[in-house]
């Protein structure tokens, strides 16, 4: 009687160091989890890490509006797919900022403190979400949480915010009875109350 016995196929990988080339499927948690040292492990979803040429970063901006046939032809882009017009673009939900394209809030990122899309968010838990401080307002927008401003929940007033953030209200306030802040990328005046002010910092 014969037995089976199966066979792993190491087709793409270095079967001494368990290295991924490129184009394959990598281990993330590796020491060097692409063989080639110029390539990289990019994580496209929890689970799904591949090793991708590192493009220098004065390339990438070319990669994007680039020809291409299929998907794959766009993965040194993080966050990009081929169009039905055949050219390299953003993936939906994501928006290119800086030669990248980066997720929207509320979307998948690849690891903590990962740059997101939107202005004052970041990534946390896998997850675009508004940086401490800051609240979302709209589908793609985080404002800055104001003292004494009108809210919604709880939570919407349940960021901490540092000390020096206070000094700095104090400090303008000391010198105007309106203050400027810098709200989702435009500078405005807000009205603020010394006695709110006042009130919050002592119980710190």
């Not at 004065?58 to 990009?80: G, V, W």
């Not at 990962?114 to 589908?139: L, M, P, V, W």
């Not at 109350?193 to 710190?204: H, T």
């Amino acid at each position: 009687m014969s037995i089976f016995h199966p066979t792993i196929s190491f087709i793409g990988k270095n079967k001494e160091q368990n290295c991924a080339h490129v184009n394959f499927w990598c281990n993330s948690s590796l020491l060097q989890p692409c063989c080639d040292a110029n390539n990289r492990c990019i994580q496209y979803s929890i689970g799904i890490s591949e090793c991708v040429i590192e493009e220098p970063q004065e390339f990438k901006s070319e990669l994007i509006n680039s020809s291409c046939t299929f998907d794959r032809d766009c993965r040194r882009l993080l966050h990009a797919e081929c169009s039905e017009d055949e050219q390299c673009v953003c993936k939906p939900k994501n928006a290119y900022r800086n030669n990248k394209c980066l997720p929207i809030l509320g979307e998948f990122c690849t690891h903590n403190h990962q740059s997101c899309a939107t202005a004052y968010s970041e990534c946390i838990n896998f997850k675009c979400q508004c940086k401490n401080g800051y609240s979302q307002r709209s589908d793609n927008q985080c404002m800055l949480n104001i003292i004494g401003e009108n809210c919604d929940d709880d939570e919407f007033c349940s960021q901490e915010i540092s000390e020096d953030y206070y000094q700095k209200l104090i400090l303008f306030y000391s010198n105007q009875h309106e203050y400027p802040v810098d709200v989702a990328g435009v500078l405005t005046t807000i009205a603020f109350d010394p006695a709110l002010v006042s009130r919050q910092s002592e119980s710190i």
